[in-house]
């Protein structure tokens, strides 16, 4: 049996353009979601976000949900263009009025707020005017969006993310332009992570001096991090392993804690990396009360320097392998979710221990784990054991890894609710509850229901 810490917190997770839908209503503008969904190609059978899970509208039904599982907490993400629907400028009450309810409808429910305030939705006229997350000044805007959510709802939301998964961001929207705005790049990913660092270190400073005593919450930035076994015990492999987690967590993890970039990414990426200044790094370092992680999967990593081969080397890294110098691969033993992704629960042990390790044991929360498994839909009931299973065994070595002296404080399950998965439409299902797309209604999975008896114990 695993049991948890007193005071563990349990949560589930979404995003405002995976599940929000009502693009178009009470004024919101676009986002460079909205946009790059209307490119033929782009999202599986060109889908897109227009109406999602419809949560605009049925928010209260969720939060029901949420609390018949008995979960603490709720992370989701507040649409920029909402509030904001040039992206700065005009303010747009009505979005400021949803989020208002939304908040106020999990605290009746005892549910704490987790509010992420960009998960990759920049406002399109960002986009468009400034050549977003390329031009240092978009650092000034995100700032100036956080400070107006600090004002009108930090009196009531204690938990606050500044950015989420700014590898995704920068490395697939900048890099293999798989994800919006679909910029393709070899030198701008290294620039809009950048930026996006910058921004991250100015809402920071913003929160804590201005708000923070006041307002009593904390705030930090969620990275994700897929785990890097060695593919042998060679120390060239060992080494790649190292180095492929500095190239993805390491590149917005080490500037938060220790104000730089790993040293093996300056000398693989050379002039391509910005550096900071001494007011940004001073910003920047010491910025986060919390280690948020994302966690997926894992692969093999492998000492390469053939060009050719690593050029090729997409999955998994988003075509830095050349830079990187890192071979990634599969052990053909290891099962797969239906994203194709690994499923190695111990793997997210050893990351969990890697970062207490290199960033001196910070509180971690686990703002991002689930899968998107099959679900047998059986007379009105969806069995979806492979999840009951995925997650079992990922939160068994989280267990594990607190026992080992790992400061893991909370869980979140992505997700709530099947809804919008970027690039993959609505074909892959991330949800603890079953969402029919054509009416909208909700139908909770096993794996719902095993969730609660978990929570409820407070162990496995
Ligand atoms: C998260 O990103 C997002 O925050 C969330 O919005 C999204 O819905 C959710 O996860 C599910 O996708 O193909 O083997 O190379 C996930 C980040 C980065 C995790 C890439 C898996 C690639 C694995 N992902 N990684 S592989």
Request: hydrophobic share 40%; proline share 4%; aromatic share 14%.
């Amino acid at each position: 049996m695993s049991q948890f810490p007193d005071g563990f917190v349990w949560g589930t997770a979404t995003s405002a353009y995976q599940i929000e839908g009502a693009y178009r209503e009470d004024g919101r503008g676009l986002s460079i979601w909205d946009a790059f969904c209307r490119m033929p190609g782009k999202v599986l059978n060109n889908e897109n976000g227009d109406i999602a899970c419809d949560h605009y509208h049925r928010y209260a039904e969720d939060v029901a949900l949420m609390q018949t599982m008995g979960v603490t907490a709720y992370r989701f993400s507040i649409s920029w263009s909402r509030l904001l629907p040039q992206g700065r400028g005009q303010i747009n009450e009505a979005g400021f009025a949803f989020y208002d309810q939304l908040i106020n409808s999990l605290l009746d429910n005892n549910i704490q707020p987790w509010v992420t305030l960009f998960h990759w939705d920049l406002p399109l006229a960002l986009h468009l005017e400034m050549d977003g997350l390329l031009n240092p000044e978009i650092a000034d805007y995100f700032a100036h969006y956080a400070k107006l959510c600090f004002e009108r709802f930090g009196d009531r939301v204690k938990h606050w993310i500044t950015l989420n998964e700014a590898w995704c961001s920068a490395m697939l929207g900048y890099g293999l332009g798989i994800k919006a705005p679909g910029h393709v790049s070899t030198v701008d990913p290294y620039i809009a992570g950048h930026n996006l660092l910058r921004a991250h270190g100015k809402i920071v400073d913003i929160y804590r001096r201005d708000f923070q005593s006041k307002q009593n919450g904390v705030i930090g930035i969620s990275n994700n991090c897929d785990w890097r076994e060695p593919k042998s015990d060679s120390p060239a492999d060992q080494a790649a392993a190292t180095r492929a987690l500095e190239f993805f967590l390491g590149w917005f993890a080490d500037p938060v804690y220790f104000g730089d970039y790993p040293e093996s990414m300056r000398k693989n990426i050379g002039d391509r990396l910005p550096f900071f200044s001494d007011k940004d790094q001073s910003l920047i370092k010491d910025s986060s009360d919390f280690f948020g992680l994302n966690h997926y999967t894992t692969m093999l990593s492998e000492n390469i320097e053939d060009e050719q081969l690593l050029q090729n080397n997409i999955r998994g890294n988003g075509g830095i392998a050349a830079d990187q110098m890192v071979l990634l691969s599969d052990d053909p033993d290891w099962a797969k979710t239906d994203m194709g992704w690994n499923i190695v629960p111990w793997g997210c042990r050893k990351l969990l221990e890697w970062i207490t390790e290199r960033y001196n044991r910070p509180a971690i929360y686990i703002t991002e784990n689930g899968c998107a498994i099959f679900d047998d839909s059986i007379k009105g009931t969806i069995n979806d054991s492979g999840r009951i299973d995925f997650l079992k065994g990922y939160l068994q070595e989280i267990s594990k890894a607190i026992d080992s002296g790992v400061d893991v404080r909370g869980y979140f399950v992505w997700s709530l609710l099947d809804n919008f998965e970027w690039e993959f439409g609505y074909k892959m299902r991330f949800g603890l509850h079953y969402v029919d797309f054509v009416t909208g209604d909700r139908i909770p999975k096993q794996s719902a229901d095993w969730y609660k008896s978990v929570i409820k114990n407070n162990s496995l």
